[in-house]
């Protein structure tokens, strides 16, 4: 037989302040824009945020795709379907911000996707193609690209916001980076013979660096996403574009690649005499590092419900 405490009831457990000591940690904005808690949203709204991940998952399978087409020796293919997963990448983020919604989840998901189509897919394409051939450089050229595209990605997760200066990248962006690796199966031939060989390893190693670098890169997203009175920018832009295609496609994947990559650091070298002749407005403005989204809470106050709160924001 048990003492008196045996048969009393358990004390019963107050979990609000349990709850409220496990939530150490806020979502903020480092410039001021609301986080609103999904739940707060009515479910039309929910399932209008959840619209960019379906075009997201798109972006993802055709990465997948894209590595299988290159373990099948298939590097035309594997191209075109990294081709493709760019233009779903392209078209979730236009997407959300048509929508008014970035996510959490969204983003996360996003830069999963990227990793595979833009990170994994590219490096795997370049290696089976012509960077195994140079044995443990071919390698390393190859892991440097994977490891700069997650650095890159991981980078924007923690600092990417709502209210920042969109005009710009903070390093090379990963299908910007793939589009060089797109443009180089579709007009060379693997370089296989003498100092040939070492062409694929600039090609693998110049964009993962810049990738990785704090180089500004320019976004155009005034370009996807134009207000009424550009549409006709992004109307030319793009018809310019197909007709490239169209006609000389080995040639114009080449210019649009090779030279999106090199205008930052052209641009950086230039910058003072554009601004001298051009002023101000013609380069990029001042660059201030952006803080990790996530801030441990210092001093949480015991009376406030994280869960309950619509937004956060921080300075």
Known sequence: MGGPEGDAPPAPVDAEPARRRRSRFRLVSPTGAAVVVPDRNDERSRLGAMLPSLFTLVNLLCGFSSILASIDGRYRHAAALIAVAVLFDIADGAVARAVGAITPFGLQFDSLADLTSFGMAPALLLYTRSLDQLYWVGWAA??????????????????????ADKRY?????????????????????PPIQGWQRWIPVGVAVVPALLMASSFRFRSFRDVVSPSADRRWVTALVG???????????????????????????????????????????????????????????????PDVDLDSDASEVGS
């Open 142 to 163: 190859a892991g440097l690209w994977i490891a700069c595209a997650a650095f890159r990605l991981a980078r924007f997760n923690v600092t990417v916001d709502p209210h």
């Open 239 to 301: 018809g310019g574009f197909a007709l490239g295609l169209a006609t000389v496609p080995a040639v114009t994947g080449v210019v649009v690649a090779y030279g999106y990559v090199l205008s930052s650091p052209l641009g950086w070298a230039t910058a003072p005499i554009r601004s001298r002749l051009f002023g101000p407005e013609a380069v990029a403005p001042p660059r201030h590092r952006l803080p990790s989204l996530f801030f441990p809470d210092p001093d949480p106050d």
């Open 169 to 189: 990248f903070i390093g090379l962006a990963s299908p910007g980076a793939a589009g060089v690796v797109i443009a180089t199966v579709f007009a060379f031939d």
